[in-house]
């Protein structure tokens, strides 16, 4: 028999795995929980393999389930109620029968917890608090205990009105139409959902009166009370489902306040005109919020705004001390202890009248011609008048003739005529009311006016300056024709040939006139007094002689042609502006965006201007010449040649880097004389070069930069740019640059891995793509990461590595990624590896101890096993007497177990110490082993020869001995040549159960050795290690 095949087969899925061994024990594992296998097994010799056995059937137990229950949900019943559900976990994960659900329930606002239990997926919750937030989480169980919980199902019961009412209400009398209420919400359990709202109920005792207020917040300045009411106030807090209970009334009282409303029925009695009784009645009742305690009277006089206050504690006021014929507007205000309320509308009395006490004043005169004038004055002082006035009597006297004479008037002005010019006249006035005249005022004298002068100036005469230049002078008047100070002449100018005509004024007897060259003029001059001007005088001829033009050519226009010239066109000055023979014309041209000028003649009414600048404002204007000198130049004209291409580049061209993918291309306009005309754009193109393919963009802008975005990092680009106007396109400019170095976009590749050995491996890569690189690559760096997640970064600048410090038998995840001087690119997807086997390191804390009669040795297993452990090795050394053969023995024992065992107990001998040591293989064989020494104590009773007792007890015997020894001296010398030194290794097979070596062979049956002899025999033994055999005893 070579081998075994063991198949297997999982009634429940149907699933079959076949094993194959050549022994005849087998261990099965990573089986699933409470499933059923059908095993059979059938033994191959090197023809064949024969029939397989009865089938044999092994049902696994039972465990908790490994997964959650899923599809949690939850459907709503009522506010303290809902439905949980969910299925249960995959069969696979079931592990056994599923017996019943665990529900772990949290309430999300307070934290408290509470477990229920379910017999199938579905569970009513009921009894629960509204408008709470539920947290759930369920876990199934079998006879084998409970699973993992599910992820949390999170379920929020529906609001209710509330439970309670608001808490802490409290009402503050703030003022005597104010309060201030303030409360809590409800507490938190009797809140049943989100308070939306409160409402307030109040009701008034004195009127009845009830209303309710609704606000949203926790405090109401309520400012719309009555003043001296009581009012009960009560709230209660509302959610989405509707309102809770009130709370408890609380009645406060307003205070007093001022009145609402003034007296009524304000009158007069018994009016003198010194003196009057005023009446009235209390406000209304409802309006009075209060004890009156006092009545305030207001008193204006109408007439001056005089004004004083009265009181009273009745409701009526005799009132003395008035002034006659006055208006006395009233008002009246009732009063509280708090204060006056508003005042009464205004009722009017008037007191009678009696005669002025004083005359009029500002008595004054205006003249209006040399015989008659104006009288006016003002009323006596209002306070004087004491009535209406119904009449005014003037006394006039006339001082050169002593004259008396008087007039009458009902107003205060009057119109004096038939008077004499230059005569003075003293006035006295008095007024009037219905009672009788008052006192006559001061005396007041006026004069009449001067007249116009009646006869013109005499002896006229001219004399002729130049051109435009004549001085015309003159005498005064006769005396008597003058009729009043001359205070000014006027003189006339006439031109014969326009009949234009222009005056001129002078208090001089003569003037410089400055007239129009090359016309005839008639000159008449005339005096005049402070009241007017008299007759002119007979007129005087004069001829000018010609002179330089007074006005500029009209009619000025121009015609723009093109981008480089403009006719331009015009008529001749007005005939009166010529002042002389127009011989020829002058066109003055200035560029108004350079200030440049510049002039041409002709003789004609036209001229084409040409060699013009494209797209410049030229102001033009044109002056006529006689042959004495040139005229003014018309008013200009502004003309502009039409627009032509730029015929130079946009200047300052700049680059600024914003970002290895974004810079900002900005630029001046071109130089404002080439660029004939408005830019209304710009032509912006980058061109990248360097590249496989050369990409090329173009773009429109109509600002001063632009930002490119998405450039490639590291590369030539070279950006020009155009202006345009609207005619087209001038020349472009560029600026070449590289964009700075960014990190790599993507890694290197090609990454591989060769394993070398357990402890090294060989990486290698090639270039991250050149069109990704974005920049110059400077290093590289290798991370190797562990199963247990720890990191190793390894820089290079190479494009390969050998790395040397692996640990055996351990997954790692390797990538690489490459680095610019702008930062590290991504790395590489990992490649992973898994090194070789080694031998392991040496197992840990091994300790060994004296249980008596024999050693317990135990380990732990190493630090890092390098692979899979197969089994241990424990050595040791027996130092051992042969007492049939008199001499000194030393056996090595060693003890193969397997990974599963950590400790080993040995027969030992009292008084000798023990090395043990222990070490542990894999596939590739043993590793390090670790020692430990232990010492057998005798037991208790019996001689230790290395004690001074014992040494003493044998001192006797030894001598005894000695002559024995030395006979046996000889004997041992051919034992020990023909007993070589043996070393005996006792192998467990963890299959068989044996432990054999050399002639014997152990099994390991009921937790003992039994010692099998060469010719089969069996004999149990307590030993469990040591079997001595009976041919060498």
């Not at 019943?77 to 019943?100: C, K, M, R």
């Amino acid at each position: 028999i070579i081998s075994y095949t063991i198949s297997v087969s999982v009634q429940e899925t149907g699933e079959s795995f076949t094993y194959t061994t050549s022994d005849t024990t087998y261990s099965f594992t990573a089986l699933k929980p409470y499933r059923t296998y059908d095993i059979t097994i059938a033994a191959s010799t090197s023809i064949g393999t024969g029939p397989f056995s009865s089938s044999y059937v092994l049902v696994t137990l039972e465990e908790a389930p490994s997964s959650a229950p899923v599809n949690v949900s939850s459907s709503m019943i009522t506010s303290t109620s809902f439905v949980l559900s969910w299925d249960p976990p995959a069969y696979e994960d079931q592990n056994g029968e599923i017996i019943h659900y665990v529900i772990d329930v949290m309430v999300q606002e307070t934290g408290a917890h509470f477990l229920l239990q379910a017999n199938t997926s579905l569970l009513n919750l009921d009894n629960l608090a509204p408008y709470r937030t539920y947290v759930c989480v369920i876990a199934a169980a079998t006879s084998a205990g409970s699973g993992p919980f599910s992820d949390t199902h999170t379920v929020q019961t529906l609001e209710d009105v509330p439970a309670g009412s608001p808490l802490n209400f409290s009402v503050s009398v703030t003022s005597s139409t104010s309060a201030y209420l303030t409360w809590s919400p409800p507490s938190y359990e009797k809140q049943n959902g989100e308070i939306l709202e409160y409402v307030i109920s109040a009701s008034v005792l004195e009127t009845g009166e009830d209303f309710d207020l609704t606000v949203t917040w926790e405090s109401l300045d309520l400012m719309t009370l009555d003043p001296y009411r009581s009012y009960l106030f009560s709230i209660a807090a509302a959610t989405s489902v509707g309102l809770g209970p009130y709370t408890t009334v609380v009645s406060v009282k307003t205070p007093e306040d001022v009145p609402y409303e003034p007296p009524l029925n304000l009158s007069a009695s018994d009016v003198a005109s010194k003196s009057a009784v005023l009446n009235w009645k209390p406000p209304p009742i409802n309006s009075q919020n209060g004890e009156i305690i006092l009545y305030a009277i207001n008193v204006t006089v109408q007439e001056t705004g005089e004004r004083f206050q009265l009181t009273s504690t009745t409701t009526n006021l005799k009132v003395n001390g008035l002034k006659p014929f006055r208006t006395y507007v009233c008002i009246i205000a009732a009063e509280t202890s708090v204060g006056r309320g508003p005042f009464s509308p205004t009722f009017e009395v008037k007191t009678l009248e009696d005669i002025p006490d004083e005359p009029p004043v500002n008595l004054t005169a205006t003249s209006i011609t040399s015989t008659s004038f104006d009288l006016s004055w003002d009323p006596p002082p209002y306070e004087s008048q004491n009535g209406e006035i119904v009449l005014y009597v003037i006394n006039v006297t006339v001082l050169e003739t002593g004259e008396q004479l008087q007039w009458n008037a009902t107003n205060t002005m009057l119109e004096v005529t038939g008077l004499k010019p230059f005569r003075t006249y003293a006035c006295r006035l008095a007024a009037s009311t219905s009672v009788g005249l008052g006192p006559f005022g001061p005396e007041v004298a006026f004069q009449t006016l001067e007249d116009v002068p009646s006869g013109s100036p005499i002896n006229v005469a001219f004399v002729v300056l130049s051109p435009t230049d004549v001085v015309l002078t003159w005498d005064p008047p006769n005396y008597e024709e003058q009729n009043g100070k001359i205070v000014q002449y006027i003189v006339e100018v006439a031109n014969n040939q326009t009949g234009e005509t222009q005056q001129f004024s002078t208090p001089d007897n003569s003037l410089n006139i400055i007239l129009k060259p090359y016309r005839t003029y008639m000159l008449l001059v005339a005096a005049a007094t402070g009241i007017g001007l008299g007759p002119f005088s007979d007129p005087e001829t004069v001829v000018t002689p010609e002179g330089c033009p007074s006005g500029s050519p009209r009619n000025l226009s121009a015609v723009v042609l093109s981008s480089t010239s403009i006719d331009v066109s015009w008529a001749p000055p007005d005939d009166e502006n010529h002042n002389g023979v127009i011989i020829h014309y002058t066109i003055s041209v200035t560029v108004q965006e350079t200030g440049d000028s510049f002039q041409h003649q002709t003789d004609d009414l036209k001229f084409q201007l040409t060699d013009l600048r494209p797209y410049r404002t030229h102001l033009i204007s044109v002056g006529a010449s006689t042959s004495v000198c040139p005229g003014p130049f018309s008013s200009e004209i502004s003309a502009k040649t039409l627009e032509d291409v730029p015929d130079a580049p946009p200047t300052s061209l700049e680059i600024v880097p914003l970002s290895p993918n974004v810079i900002v291309f900005a630029w001046n306009p071109p130089p404002y004389e080439n660029q004939n005309g408005e830019i209304i754009l710009y032509n912006v193109s980058v061109e990248l070069t360097g590249a496989p393919d050369t990409l090329m963009i173009q773009l429109e802008t109509a600002g001063e930069s632009i930002t490119f975005n998405d450039l490639k990092p590291y590369t030539n680009h070279t950006f020009s740019v155009a202006a345009w106007t609207s005619i087209g396109i001038g020349p472009f400019d560029n600026i070449t640059v590289v964009t700075p170095q960014s990190s790599p976009s993507a890694p290197p590749t090609n990454l591989t891995v060769n394993v070398t050995s357990s402890q090294s491996a060989f990486i290698a890569w090639d270039l991250v793509p050149l069109d990704q690189q974005n920049g110059i690559i400077v290093s590289y760096t290798v991370s190797l990461t562990r199963s247990s997640g720890s990191s190793q970064l390894i820089e290079t600048t190479e494009t390969s590595l050998s790395v040397a410090s692996l640990l055996p038998y351990e997954t790692y995840l390797i990538g690489v990624r490459a680095a610019t001087i702008a930062g590290e690119g991504p790395y590489t997807d990992p490649v992973a590896i898994t090194t070789p086997e080694d031998v392991p390191e040496a197992p840990q804390n091994v300790i060994a101890e004296d249980t008596g009669s024999s050693f317990r040795v135990s380990w732990g297993p190493p630090e890092r096993a390098n692979g899979i452990l197969l089994n241990y090795e424990v050595m040791y050394s027996i130092p051992n007497i042969n007492v049939v053969q008199g001499g000194m023995q030393y056996e090595d024992v060693t003890v193969v177990l397997p990974a599963e065992n950590t400790s080993l107990t040995a027969d030992a001998e009292p008084g000798l110490t023990y090395t043990i040591s222990v070490r542990c293989s894999t596939k590739i064989g043993y590793g390090h082993s670790a020692g430990v020494d232990v010492f057998i104590a005798y037991p208790p009773g019996t001689i230790n020869i290395d004690s001074p007792e014992g040494i003493a007890s044998l001192t006797v015997a030894l001598i005894v001995l000695v002559v024995i020894v030395l006979v046996s001296v000889v004997l041992i010398a051919f034992y020990c040549v023909y007993k070589k030194r043996r070393s005996k290794k006792y192998v467990f097979n963890k299959d068989s159960g044996f432990i054999s070596g050399g002639e014997a062979t152990l099994t390991f049956k009921n937790d003992s050795f039994v010692q099998s002899d060469v010719e089969g025999g069996l004999t149990e033994s307590t030993k469990p290690i040591i079997a001595n055999e009976e041919s060498e005893m």
